[in-house]
């Protein structure tokens, strides 16, 4: 996984709640057998307007995600999360994200970023009126902070637990990590009860 | 203090715990399916990995299979690269896998269940949110990422931070036209669509223990749609005697001693939940969406609620957009809204009990003209039972499509696929935009409701079929 510590990029402001991920990536590009290639798959059928957001001009090439609550609710896919990245955002910020999102986004380095609707109201309304604003999405620091043409700062600290946080900051593979523990999850094994299911045995 | 089912599962399952470190816990079964597991296997091989248990490992086809001519080749080539991809991998890391064509292939939340390997108090994973349906069981069940496929593939264990648990506590008698779709679409409507966020819900009270496994699955299921990591429901007789005899249900002495195990599997009298909602069964009504949301349903007596009505901000943007995607006005009534397409199937409403209920209501009287009604067994198995009981007759009669197994238009990935504009009830799990195919309207419903709304046109319950409708066979 890549390593995360800090990140400096545009935004974009999507005022939608509960954003699905068949929004974010519609089930018949699920059919592909890699993690790349998704990223004409984000969020294709708003993609069709020209209205949307993404197709703004002043939107090319923007990185951080802002969005309304309950982002990524739905299926477990994890291409949600490689959609965003294959199409170049770095980090999401939410009031309230899926707990599969956050999950499956977190193991890809995909950081996303709780902070209260208040401050989400806020950051829209700066990445609205000037688009141009830098928005920092500072993992060191656990703060997001975002400047205005005329200086002043919004700055606002979120939380992420502190394993989760080293494991980004390290870029660190949850696989290698558990195989450590081989002893372990042997001796579990020798104590499992003899009644559990097994799939090979009829 | 007391430790409520959720605790008592996750605890027997602990591998390691450290402070401030998620548990590492023990999956005793792992689920797989075309969709989420290539870049699984691919990981594997990239760092030269086996599969940890295979014995503990399933993998069946159901995203994109057809629902008909399943002798022929598949007609998409993409679709056909991510079966042959999925029979590749089954075959190169040793994983047992039950291909279309095969007589236990099907749904995978179907499939595990029914050939008893989701038994009371194993952990149940699967890449696919839908696994909570296995919690019905009292399994610890919920759906992961890929890369936690790939995880428990080489580990068959999950590195997992704790949950908060809910208690869902149903209690009295449902009325008898209430089927468990109605009672979970009305519970999504009670708290949310991400009222169950960071919860393991338990559900509990007199009615549901009166429901059968397969009401209970139907439930279970979509936990995932109020947001919950996964639902529970405590094991009893009921649990017991649909494993009893089962292809993977333990026998004799360790039938036994699983019975024995699977009956401390409750919640104790002096636990204490980190959150309680109560519903009175006799209040409840048939129930249908009329939104992009799970959360966006009302009793189908009512009528379209007006966006204005929400004191939310963002529940009245998100009812705004629901209603223009959905091509509805404020005030209408639900029972005058016209369907298309009817389809009842998938993981929710695909099982035995379900094909049995639509064809209750469809026996004697026929789909109304216009109007296309899909039937899609959630498995091989399923389908056997219901040709052996007649049911594809009544369908067929009826002008029902009787179909081969599968997820179909559940989520379209296959051929079954709603078009631009056209609006489906469903007794699916998603009512998502476009979930049903591109620019389709999708409300959810009971397989009950499914049935009547095929007969009369517009989403109705079965009460709303008067004799008029009936044509004498
Ligand atoms: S039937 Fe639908 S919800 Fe269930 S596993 Fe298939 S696609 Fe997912």
Redesign the interface.
Known sequence: MEAFTTHTGRAVPL????V?T??II???W??????TGFEDGLFE?WRKDPEFVLNQPERQGATVLVA???FG???????A?WALQNYGFKAVISS?F???FR??SL??GLLTVILP?ETVDGLWELTESEPDARFTVDLVERQVRAVAADGTELVADFEL???ARTRLLQGLD??S???R?EE??AA??AT??????????? | MGRTLAEKVWDDHVVRRADGEPDLLYIDLHLLHEVTSPQAFDGLRLSGRKVRRTDLTLATEDHNTPTLDIDKPIADPVSRAQLETLRRNCAEFGVRLHSLGDVEQGVVHVVGPQLGLTQPGTTVVCGDSHTSTHGAFGALAFGIGTSQVEHVLATQTLPLSPFRTMAITVEGELPADVTAKDLILAIIARIGTGGGQGYVIEYRGSAIRALSMEARMTICNMSIEAGARAGMIAPDETTFEYLRGRPHAPEGAEWDAAVEYWKTLRTDDDAVFDHEVFIDAAELAPFVTWGTNPGQGAPLSASVPDPASFDDASDRLAAQNALEYMDLTPGQPLREVRVDTVFVGSCTNGRIEDLRSAASVLKGRRVADGVRMLVVPGSVRVALQAVDEGLDRVFTEAGAEWRHAGCSMCLGMNPDQLSPGERSASTSNRNFEGRQGKGGRTHLVSPQVAAATAVRGRLSSPSDLDATTTVEV
């Not at chain 1, 005022?15 to 509960?18: A, C, L, M, P």
């Not at chain 1, 699920?30 to 993690?35: A, G």
């Not at chain 1, 499992?192 to 009829?202: D, G, Y």
């Open positions: 005022r939608r709640s509960n699905d068949d929004q519609p089930a018949h699920l059919k592909k057998v890699t993690r059928a309304g609550p309950d609710t739905g299926s477990s896919r994890e291409h999360v309230r899926a707990d599969i999950g499956n193991k890809n609707q637990d502190d394993n949850d696989i990590l558990t195989l523990e372990l999850i579990y094994e499992r009860a003899s009644f559990k299911p097994r799939t090979l045995t009829v």
